[in-house]
């Protein structure tokens, strides 16, 4: 296969960014997507090019690492699929692919596709966990789930944390995200205790990252490789309104 | 070197309890006084940062990914043991140690197991407080599935993501000590040297992966959760950036490394496709629980799976192990691979491969009751491969894996350098020479939130540590060594790429020291692999500079000590003159093609001791004892 690829190539943060044109010759339909990039690296060594910087780790779709746009769809053209599990054969010989970084003010990139997510973090480092110190926690089966309660909360925790969402969002908003993360340990009997300022605390890190609002465009959930579904935002709005309402004197404005 | 293993006397079932008495403690008051270094931040390295921070102690967690939630143990599948005999089928804490002692060819300690099969119940217990959604049944009790050939159901499951969410519930709590102030948390930060002042660690020196910055940091205690050295055989089922650079310079400063040439092959993996490929995908190994593993009778029959009958099939895991079949253990089954392969009976493209047929669960079951069991497997298969695993049977090959070996540890987990400790996969651990499935996440949780927490306080209360800052020359000499090394890398600009380097030093070491291992090969490859060194540091092509975001810089160092390593892992398989476990030297075995161990000579743990640049490393070993589980053969026929 021959693909024309034009990939944004930016030094640093401090850099102007531009696409810039690729031939690719080499291209076997049953590499990865990032296989396929890896082979373009080698060949732009070969020329003493630099090669394309771009994140990637377990390369089996669970660690999230890696992620881009490929002709303005986050992760490529395939559904429930990140691009480490796409595989050429998707594409048709000849094709041109336009491959760029995730775009967010709250996402800066820091050279060609890798960006910072850092933003990630400290939402779920203001309230996304269960306070519960090593040993003191109780036998495992002395407090029941419903199994319907753990599927649920379970297929909202199957989230990656890649960035698609956001990238997705015309308005580049971490709702799904965020969501993800209240609607996993607010389903669970053990998330009950801190669920309404687990809420207010990660929605106020939301707006401090600067992330935008969310419209329920449901971009996220089309390009989410984990399919989390936009109930979860429903269930953060919902506990949102519940936590202000309840619970206002006890809210952490993050910068304080 | 003296090794001294610190393991307690007394009955087995009680001297995890009496050695927790006999630890030393740190005043709460005083405990905020002391900082500790953490690098990693998977399973291990997440919880112990966690749990050491709650107790009040200042913690530095490391990781190279952009984020802790990164580390490889998210990529974990199919479950965790525990012995809660919560399904009444006759488990106990004695079993689960029974299990993991034999499975382990007795090459484990019997003190270390004993106590990681005791606290197999915290950790559930622990998971499920932090949020866990393992699976549940319809009462809302916890499920239980049975796995990697246990007759008893003990494994806990959260769907094929165990892995992900016992490293999302750790880094959860590494996250509320973050918040805390307690943690400290610098990702895309790597640790290339170990600083050791009068004979103790105390501190790490780091390189910045997006500045580039040469940085040091100083503790009173190292602990190196960093995970195992598989990538050395270039194609694994490891993240592209799993390395050994962090236990591999330790070693370089003192600490033993304990059996290095005990590396786990995966019998259910997606064959290699093509010269290209980057890493190897791993199939759960539930899925030998229904499929059905053959391959041809004839030698070199082209036809498809479907065109070939019945009676021209060989199950030949079912044929020879009767009573286990297609469920015997993960070096068996991949051994087995092997020897069909190698009589030009594999399948698919260049002859690596084995089928893995579900037709006969299919109608047992029909497609929607394994769509139920294995949905996600099938579709991950058919997203890599292209072909219908419903309708013509899945093609699978053994790979490289989990890495038994690592850094000698005592019974605190301490390396042979006083304040520097190794957790989770990093360790040489207690899976001897063979770990069984769901043992892996196991024992980086035991480690990170059980043990690790007390034992450290042992060595802070007792070490009298001098004050030491960034200005002490030994400081000094560690950054500049680092600065340079990573100069020269950048200087080199030879021919050939750092991956062209990985890949030849991948195929040396999986031909010569992989799954089958001989004398001749073994010396082969102690030839290769300086050669392939020197060709390294004289032609690899690193572009770009120092100071900024480099990837293949990154890679560059990660495969220099891979070039160091390989020779240490090869020269540890050529002494060891036995089959054990993972470790099959083809020149001992049984008649009928099983692993031949020798316990007369080698029931040891072989701990490999530095001895400088060019000279040979210095053999020493910690005998092993069996005074519980009475070694015997293994069989599974």
Not at chain 2, 98 to 112: I, L, Q
Request: glycine share 10%; proline share 4%.
């Amino acid at each position: 296969m021959k693909l024309t690829l034009h990939i944004w190539r930016q030094k640093s943060p401090n850099h102007v960014g531009r696409m810039v044109r690729y031939e690719h010759n080499n291209v076997n339909p049953h590499m990865s997507f990032l296989e396929m990039l890896d082979v373009l690296n080698e060949e732009l060594i070969a020329k003493g090019e630099e090669p394309v910087a771009f994140d990637h780790d377990c390369r089996e779709g669970i660690c999230g690492t890696c992620g881009f746009m490929i002709n303005g769809v986050a992760h490529g053209p395939q559904p429930a699929t990140s691009v480490c599990q796409l595989h050429m054969r998707h594409f048709k010989d000849g094709a041109v692919l336009y491959i760029e970084p995730w775009r967010a003010k709250a996402f800066p990139v820091i050279k060609d596709l890798v960006v910072d997510r850092s933003a990630f973090d400290r939402i779920l480092a203001a309230g996304g966990f269960i306070s519960v110190s090593t040993g003191s926690a109780p036998d495992g089966n002395v407090v029941l789930v419903p199994k319907r309660k753990a599927d649920l909360a379970m297929d909202a925790a199957a989230c990656i944390g890649c960035g698609a969402c956001v990238a997705a969002c015309p308005n580049a908003a971490a709702a799904l995200f965020t969501g993800a993360k209240i609607s996993h340990l607010g389903l669970l009997p053990q998330g009950q205790p801190e669920r309404y300022q687990r809420v207010m605390n990660m929605v106020a890190q939301v707006k401090v990252e600067m992330f935008g609002s969310c419209t329920n465009i449901g971009e996220c959930e089309a390009v989410c490789p984990k399919e989390i579904r936009l109930e979860v935002i429903a269930r953060m709005n919902r506990d949102y309104l519940f936590g202000s309402w309840t619970g206002r004197a006890e809210v952490v404005r993050a910068g304080e | 070197m003296e090794l001294r293993s610190k393991i307690p006397g007394g009955p087995i079932e009680k001297r995890w309890d009496q050695h927790r008495f006999d630890l030393k403690l740190v005043n709460p008051a005083n405990k905020r006084k002391y900082h500790v270094l953490v690098v990693g931040s998977g399973l291990a390295g997440a919880s112990a940062s966690a749990s050491m921070a709650e107790l009040g102690y200042n913690v530095k967690c490391f990781c190279f990914q952009d984020s802790p939630r990164r580390a490889h143990s998210i990529a974990a599948q199919g479950g965790i043991n525990a012995a809660k005999n919560y399904q009444n089928d006759g488990d106990s804490i004695y079993r689960l140690f029974y299990d993991t002692v034999k499975g382990g060819d007795f090459r484990a300690r019997e003190s270390n197991v004993y106590r990681l099969a005791q606290i197999s119940l915290n950790i559930i217990d622990q998971c499920v407080a932090q949020g866990v959604p393992f699976a549940r049944e319809y009462g809302g009790l916890l499920a239980n599935r049975s796995f990697g050939g246990a007759q008893v159901s003990r494994t806990f499951y959260a769907r094929g993501q165990t892995g992900q969410q016992l490293l999302l519930g750790a880094y959860q709590a590494l996250l509320r000590q973050v918040r805390a102030g307690q943690v400290t948390m610098l990702p895309r930060t790597e640790m290339l040297d170990l600083i050791v002042i009068d004979g103790k660690a105390r501190g790490i020196v780091t390189r910045n992966l997006i500045t580039g910055k040469i940085e040091s940091h100083l503790a009173d205690a190292v602990v190196l959760g960093t995970g195992g050295y598989g990538n050395v055989f270039y194609l694994s089922t490891n993240a592209k950036g799993s390395n050994c650079t962090a236990i591999w310079r330790a070693h370089k400063h003192g600490a033993a490394f304990g059996n290095p040439c005990f590396t786990q092959i995966h019998p259910t993996c997606i064959p290699v496709s093509g010269e290209y490929q980057s890493k190897l995908t791993l199939m759960s190994e539930s899925l030998r629980n229904d499929g059905r593993i053959w391959v041809p009778k004839k030698k070199g029959d082209a036809r498809p799976a479907n065109q070939i009958p019945e009676n021209e099939r060989d199950y030949y895991l079912e044929r020879k192990y009767p009573s286990f079949g297609n469920l015997v253990p993960r070096d068996v089954a991949s051994r087995n691979a092997k020897a069909v392969c190698d009589e030009g009976r594999g399948v698919g493209e260049g002859g690596l491969g084995v089928y893995l047929d579900f037709a006969d669960a299919i109608k047992r079951l029909g497609k929607q009751g394994i769509r139920e069991r294995y949905a996600n497997l099938f579709d991950m298969y058919e997203r890599i491969t292209a072909e219908n695993p419903y309708e013509s049977p899945m093609r699978i090959y053994p790979a490289i894996h989990y890495a038994m070996g690592g850094l000698w540890v005592d019974y605190n987990l301490m390396t042979t350098i006083p304040g520097l400790y190794a957790i989770g996969e990093a360790n040489f651990s207690d899976h001897g020479a063979n770990r069984l499935g769901a043992s892996a996440l196991m024992q980086g949780l035991a480690d990170g939130y059980f043990i690790l927490p007390y034992t450290i306080g042992d060595y802070l209360a007792t070490a009298k540590l001098e004050k030491v800052d960034s200005s002490h020359p030994i400081v000094r000499d560690a950054e500049s060594c680092v600065a340079k090394q990573t100069n020269r890398l950048l200087e080199i600009r030879g021919k050939r790429t750092v991956t062209s380097f990985h890949r030849e030093l991948g195929k040396l070491l999986w031909d010569e020291c992989g799954m089958a291992r001989n004398e001749a090969g073994l010396k082969r490859a102690l030839q290769r692999v300086p050669e392939l060194r020197d060709e390294f540091w004289q032609n690899v092509n690193v572009l770009g500079g120092g100071e900024e975001l480099n990837q293949a810089l990154e890679n560059a160092g990660r495969v220099a000590d891979f070039l160091e390593f390989g020779e240490l892992m090869c020269l540890d398989a050529l002494r060891r003159n036995e089959s054990c476990g993972c470790h099959f030297r083809e020149e001992y075995q049984t008649p009928d093609g099983e692993a031949l161990r020798d316990d007369a000579n080698f029931s040891y743990v072989a701990a490999w001791e530095y001895a400088g640049p060019g000279r040979s490393p210095i053999l020493n070993k910690e005998p092993l004892a069996f005074e519980y589980v009475h070694p015997s053969q293994r069989s599974y026929k």
